[in-house]
Structure formats: C-alpha cells, structure tokens
C-alpha cells in the first residue's frame, strides 16, 4: 500500500475521488469451478445496477478493526424510494448515540438529536455526492475504484437473508495498490451488494446488511427528518471552499520551512492551508503548480506520521537521495524528508516520472527562494 495515502492530504483524497468517477470499465480476471456467470459478467451486472431505480429498506452493520482492536461499531437502517429520495438513521453501539441523514435529491440534511447539531449539503454541488452517499453507494463506489486495480474470483454460492448470493475474493493485482484485499456477496437477482470485507494492511473494514425489504410501503412522513426549530442548519458548502494562502503563511502552519519547485518554466498556481482535527490531526498543505502555464503537479506535506504502518516503503525511486514510495493508479510519489512528508501527484499526463525526479533535484526551501 502506499504509504501515507490512507493519511494523505484532503486534496489527493479528493483527486482520487474524481478519478475514480471518469474510470472506464476495465475487464476483472478470475473464474472459479463450473459457474454459469463469470466473475467478470457479476462485477459488470453489479456496476450496472447501480443506476436502477431500485426502492428497498434496509438494516446493517458497520465495524471498523484497526491492530485487533474495533475502533467504529455502528448499526444502521437505510430507506430509499424508487425516486432517489433517501434516509439514514445511524446508531454508535458504543455510545448508543443516534444520527439522521436525509438526501431528498437537492440536498442533504443531517441531524444529531444528542448535540443538537445539524447542517445541509448543497447538492448541485460538484463533487458531494461522496458526502450524500448511502452505505450501499459506499460499496459501489468502493467497486468502481478497485475494478482495475484488483482480480476477482468466484468462491462459491451463499445463502443469506434468504437470497442467493455469489462470495467474490477481489485481490491486487499490483504491488502499487494501495487498497488491499476485498471479499464480496452479491444477491443474484438484483446484484445489491449485501456483504462487503476489506483489509488494508492491519485495519479490517466490514459491512453488512442484516435484513432487506426490495418490496418496502414506505410512510408519507419517512423522507421527512423531525428537527426541532430552535436547532440552527448550519450550511457546510462555505466550509467546503479551499483555503488558499501564501507560502510564507504555509510555513507558519507547519512551523518550519519546506521544499518547493523551482525553475523558468514552473510556478505557484494556489497554496491550499487545512488544519485538519478529529481522527487525524495535523497541519496540511497542499501546493499546485503550473508548468509552461499547464497545471500538472500538486504536492501535499504535512509532518511525516508516527503511527505504525504509515512508514515509507522503498521502491525503485529515490527523490533527492531518500527511499520514495510510488503508486501507479494515480502517478503518486511519496518520501519522507526533514520531518516532512511529501506526495507528488503528477496531474498532466504528459510529465514524465523522469522529468520529475530532475525537477525535484531543482527544489529549495520555500524560505530561500
């Protein structure tokens, strides 16, 4: 796995989001036993249902594993009309703290009745739909990002919930993936996806459905979330817009100098500054250039990560004498320098990996330019 990009920037996750939605289908490997349907024929019929009009109601579980250890453990009911029109309700089995989501088509309202918070998501919006996306959605984009990345297997046929169900094993095909091992149950009939397994390096991620009505007669009043009037909406799309800053200022948020590019025909297009809180905390920067007045790189840094399993792996690339770690999917180059961590993101398919290396050779800290 890519080191680091589990943790990386918010830009780079960003990015690999909107690769991800202009991916074209690719054909997935692997058939097991005297099947009728190949494993390539369940992954297309999976990714092309997605766009029906399918109307169920639904109950699952989410758990997240990190060393052995559950960190996340949540339960949830899911209603979605034929019309798009959705509903989630989130249970935290720790702290037995509830959460609604409602995504009526132009935006997403959500409420937390303990804190007595609540905002909205404009969906017109590019680039939200991650935000707005049911847990099922979830899957099926998970199965849009790895459908090149990874070779699928047929294990056999299950029963579950009184379904017919193919089990896939879906496993990298690459050593650059940074996106580890998958175990899939698909129902046969409408290809929802009822199961899902992944590990990436020593975290375990897990959800499944535990009942599901693809008849349901749903209430008048189900799309409708009760939010008392004295709790403030709060819009996050103002939250969404970048921050952009000057490199003097980028320097102050990481509180020491760091690398940039330097030459005739590269320049600073915008300098993104995020102090990011909660699960990762840690200042965040991201630098975009231009190159010959082209965008084609950014470069995200923030204090190299101390946790076990965020260290570098070495492969055939060195940057400026240190052990780089390179990810193909999407030409990402990361190593670690002066306690920083660097990640190039090459954005202009014309720019060689080659002609990187020489151009970070060229770079200097940004107070001596």
Known sequence: MLAGLRKVGSKVRKYLFMLTAILIMGFLSGCKGDMAVSSEEIISNVLSAKESKLSYYGEGVMKLTTNGEVTQDASFKEYVAEDGKRKIMTTDLTSNLESYALNDGKQVLSYEPESETAFSIDLS????????????????????????????????????????????????????????????????????????????????????????????????????????????????????????????????????????????????????????????????????????????????????????????????????????????????????????RYTILIQNPDLEMEEVLEMTERMVLNNEM
Not at 256 to 271: K, S
Not at 310 to 323: A, F, N, Y
């Open 125 to 340: 919006e590019e680039g939200l739909p991650v935000f707005a996306a049911s847990p099922k959605e979830q899957l099926m984009m998970m199965l849009d990002t790895i459908k090149e990345t990874h070779d699928y297997e047929i294990v056999g046929e299950e029963k579950m919930l009184e379904l017919n169900v193919y089990h896939l094993k879906a496993t990298p095909n690459t050593d650059s993936s940074f996106l580890g091992d998958f175990e899939l149950w698909i129902d046969q009939k409408t290809w929802f996806m009822v199961k899902l397994i992944s590990e990436v390096g020593d975290a375990k991620s897990e959800v499944e459905y535990k009942a599901l009505d693809f008849s349901p007669d749903f209430k008048e009043d189900t799309f409708t979330l009760d939010i008392p009037e004295h709790v403030t909406i709060n819009s996050i799309d103002s939250e969404l817009e970048p921050n952009y800053g000057s490199l003097e200022e980028a320097q102050t948020a990481l509180d020491q100098p760091f690398l940039v590019f330097t030459g005739e025909d590269i320049t600073v297009e915008n300098v993104e500054i995020d102090i990011l809180q909660g699960i990762i905390n840690r200042p965040e920067i991201t630098v975009y250039y231009l190159n010959e007045g082209i965008p084609s790189l950014l470069v995200s840094i923030f204090p190299t990560p101390e946790e076990a399993g965020t260290e570098i792996k070495p492969g055939k690339w060195q940057v400026r004498g240190q052990g780089a770690e390179f990810d193909d999917f999407i030409d990402a180059l990361s190593w670690d320098e002066n306690g920083l």
